[in-house]
């Protein structure tokens, strides 16, 4: 007679593997449709920003089909900006965290508008690249109806921090644009997901921020633009190679490496380097 525990063993190798299965599954599934919190970290303004905006500062609100949205005006020593500075913050910051930065910017004329992600600050809304396209263009067009000009008529530059790069350089491939500076960029948001996660997860991602491509595009459309990379050796979360990848695939982009910074110490390791190319 053969013996019963003999043929339970197939059952239990199926059982086995169906169960790794439905786990695998499982697994795939919640970061499947979690990945935009992977990817976004919003927030709202605490007390602590209570005093941040610029007593010359302005509030811009707009709409972006139902959501209510605010972005944030500083203006420079002139009622006609001599040139508008764009400015994305990175995903687990603030609009209003670029003033840290402003307080030291010369008075030349530049002003600059702060956008918070949709979902973000006092923002309605849900980010995606769509919804934070729609966004700068609306906010964009708030502030040239209240300024009373023509975008055309403005000198527009743009300026980002890690995935606020990847919004500025979209920005700037569907812009006229003079300047963008980009600190600590990834080459894509796949590419950088998979330093993270491994390249299964990367090709999970339903859309995916392409500088490389962007690059291309603002070249096309902006072939005098000027653009800066600024990237430190030690970032941990978006290696400086990506920065000294598109440099080098794009030899009219300009990169510093930031000696012994991180992702977020580039901003006060660089800060005079950054505002010196901003103004040159």
Known sequence: MRNPSTRSWPRRIIRFVAGLFVVLLITLSILYFRQHSLVYHPRPYDESYVYALPANGLEINYTVATAKYVAYYVPGIHPTPKRLWIAFCGNGSLALDWTTILRQYPPNGDAFLLIDYPGYGKNGGYATLASTRASADRALKALTERLGMDEDNLTLSAIGHSLGAAVALDFAANHRVQKIVLIAPFTTLREEAATIFGGWMAR?????????????????????????????????????????????????????????????????????????????
Do not use: C
Request: charged share 25%; no cysteine.
């Open 204 to 280: 999970m991602l339903i859309e995916s921020y392409d500088n490389r491509a962007n690059l291309a595009q603002t070249r096309k459309r902006n072939p005098d633009a000027q653009v800066a990379i600024f990237h430190g050796t030690n970032d941990e979360v978006i290696p400086v190679r990506m920065g000294r990848e598109l440099a080098h695939e794009f030899p009219f982009v300009e990169l510093f490496t930031v000696k012994g910074a991180d992702h977020v110490s580039v901003l006060n390791h660089a800060h005079d380097d950054i505002i010196n190319w901003m103004n040159n």
